[in-house]
């Protein structure tokens, strides 16, 4: 019997972990505006993240990281109107958290008390340890991000594969233990060996969300753009997509404007 069946009125942290204890597969999509996220929750989709991907697939930036804190919260308020069921979690935006654990906690209540959101997402392992802590300590569920974290991608040089070699394996396996260990709720584990996906979801009681990390985790987030083909030059080994919207719509809106210029709309029906 499914936990998380549609009839369920809120996806929680709790409902969350039931699902991992149960083997129930969690469903995640990124979602950025209102009337998108209410197609999504009424779907069924168990966790919307708010993600800082907003600044790629919404404003058109070659990376997460010119996005504010500010430009967060107005698409999380977007995606809360609209949510019933899922559980709604939210990216804290490059520079709103890293080096200065009172300006993340500072961030992480802005978002939740600007946004109504239920939780949000990091980037990073030990090195943001005291930040995720003092965000732990004000009652903010927090759900880690390990492997490619594209806001360091000015460190890492390419979106490729990451944690292929033994030592990096070796400090995701340490980082997701360790942020299980402080109180994280749930990990996303971004662009991995699927075997290292496998292993760090078997050894931990927390969900492992993965993104390109294989089959052996506990749930699958996708972009919401690229699962829909509203984006069309992303094509990664780990995307799937379930429509080629950019097309139909491209297809759709030539439609109306041929018939715009031929006079055709609006016909007698569609005027008073
Ligand atoms: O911002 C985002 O879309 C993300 C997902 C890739 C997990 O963090």
Redesign the pocket.
């Known amino acids: 019997m499914s936990v998380a069946k549609k009839e369920i009125k809120r996806i929680t942290t709790h409902v969350l972990h039931a699902m991992k204890e149960q083997g129930e597969k969690i469903s995640?999509l990124?979602a950025y505006d209102y009337s998108m996220a209410r197609i999504l929750d009424d779907a069924g989709i168990d966790i919307l993240?708010?993600?800082?991907?907003?600044?790629?697939?919404m404003a058109g930036h070659e990376t997460?990281l010119p996005i504010t804190l500010e430009q967060m919260i107005y698409h999380a308020q977007s995606v809360i109107r609209a949510v019933e069921r899922a559980f709604v979690v939210v990216?804290l935006p490059f520079g709103s958290y890293q080096g200065n654990s009172t300006k993340a906690l500072n961030s992480a209540i802005s978002i939740m008390k600007e946004s109504g959101a239920h939780a949000v997402?990091l980037?990073g392992g030990a090195e943001i340890e005291e930040s995720v802590r003092r965000i732990l300590s004000a009652g903010v569920p927090v759900m880690g991000?390990l492997g490619l974290t594209?806001q360091s991608i000015y460190k890492f040089g390419t979106y490729s594969v990451r944690a292929r070699e033994e030592a990096e394996a070796q400090k995701l396996k340490e980082d997701a233990k360790l942020l299980q260990e402080i109180g994280c709720f749930a990990i996303?584990l971004?662009k991995i060996p699927a075997v290292l996906g496998k292993e760090v979801a078997e050894s931990l009681h927390i969900p492992v969300?993965g993104?390109g990390a294989g089959n052996g985790v506990d749930g699958q987030?996708?972009?919401v753009h690229d699962v829909l083909g509203i984006t069309k030059d992303f094509n990664p080994r780990f995307l799937r997509r379930y429509l080629n919207l950019y097309e139909t719509i491209k297809g759709a809106v030539e439609t109306y404007i041929s018939d715009i210029k031929t006079g055709d709309f609006p016909n007698e029906d569609e005027q008073y």
């Open positions: 995640m990124t993240l708010v993600g800082d991907s907003a600044s790629n697939v997460t990216d997402k980037e991000h594209p996303v971004e969300i993104i987030v996708l972009v």
